[in-house]
């Protein structure tokens, strides 16, 4: 999850990420959909994005449909399904367009839609069977079949480092980016992200987006810590979960106005330190660096 840094358009509360706070070019503070796609970047500055598709082509499965953007975790690179041919692409805001797979068309957006990592050099596809897809390393090039030589795994986390995802089947798996398995682990429990030690899982517990509980998993040993109750504010919950690159575990929370972002002790104090609230723009849709295809808070509420 990326640290976001303070823009002049949104109200926040900031704590900065040491481990993503190095000085360089303004990065995107987030997306956001009016008549179309556009990225507010760090130093305030809006750049448009007329390529990408705000909705599904007429001769889509899903016609008429929101078409998502997606934000690598650091700022970087931003992935969206173009409008010349629908094929799903991924840019930085003064790049040029580079495909990801020909396989990813927006005419199929509601039977597979994808997972970008932390740094945008991997993308990978869960569709509505349910199962994956698509396994894009964009640092090589190479587009991978699914591993063991089956769909039906469900994803569970890439590591921030982007070396390392982590997928549930029979076993709990960890895959480097060749899909070659690293470390396997039977077990019940289903993780919703990986640290970047490659062995440490959150797993929420309860119902998801209504709870404020996780346990930490050791994929190595099996053992799972005890039970974390998130101290959050009433009527917020765990709407997102991930370590980040500094190995905290971070939580965003869905709210009034926006979404709020949290850090939680690893102790069994549950101890929350807000790191950021952000105030949503005024938009039909937004999307922030990090954030998974239609989250909770992307499309305004009436």
Do not use: C
């Not at 040491?18 to 760090?42: F, N």
């Not at 990408?52 to 931003?78: E, F, H, M, W, Y």
């Not at 740094?119 to 991978?144: E, I, N, Q």
Request: charged share 25%.
């Amino acid at each position: 999850m990326a640290a976001l840094l303070l823009t002049t358009a949104i109200a926040t509360t900031l704590i900065v990420d040491p481990a993503t706070a190095a000085t360089g070019p303004a990065k995107i503070s987030y997306a956001q959909r009016t008549q179309g796609w556009e990225v507010v970047l760090t130093d305030g500055t809006v750049v448009k994005i007329p390529e990408a598709l705000t909705t599904a082509p007429k001769d889509a499965i899903n016609a008429g449909d929101d078409v998502p953007l997606l934000i690598s975790g650091d700022g970087r690179q931003l992935f969206y399904y173009r409008k010349s041919d629908g094929l799903f692409v991924r840019r930085t805001v003064n790049g040029s367009e580079k495909v990801v797979s020909r396989k990813l068309k927006a005419h199929f957006l509601d039977e597979e839609w994808p997972l970008v990592s932390y740094d945008g050099s991997y993308v990978l596809t869960m569709t509505s069977a349910p199962g994956v897809g698509v396994f894009a390393d964009l640092r090589t090039g190479k587009v991978l079949p699914p591993p063991g030589k089956t769909d039906t795994w469900g994803f569970a986390g890439f590591s921030p480092d982007g070396k390392r995802l982590l997928l549930a089947g029979e076993r709990l798996t960890v895959f480097d980016r060749s899909l070659r398995a690293r470390l396997r682990l039977k077990s019940r429990l289903s993780p919703a992200a990986l640290a970047d030690d490659h062995v440490t899982a959150a797993v929420p517990v309860g119902t998801w987006s209504k709870s404020r509980k996780v346990r930490l998993l050791n994929l190595r040993t099996g053992r799972a810590g005890d039970t974390l109750t998130a101290r959050l504010p009433k009527g917020r919950y765990i709407n997102d979960l991930d370590f980040d690159r500094s190995g905290r575990l971070i939580i965003r929370s869905k709210t009034r106005t926006g979404v709020a972002i949290y850090q939680l002790s690893k102790k069994k104090s549950g101890k929350t330190t807000l790191l950021r609230e952000i105030t949503r723009p005024d938009v039909t849709a937004w999307v922030l660096p990090g954030d998974s295809t239609y989250e909770r808070w992307t499309k305004k509420s009436h």
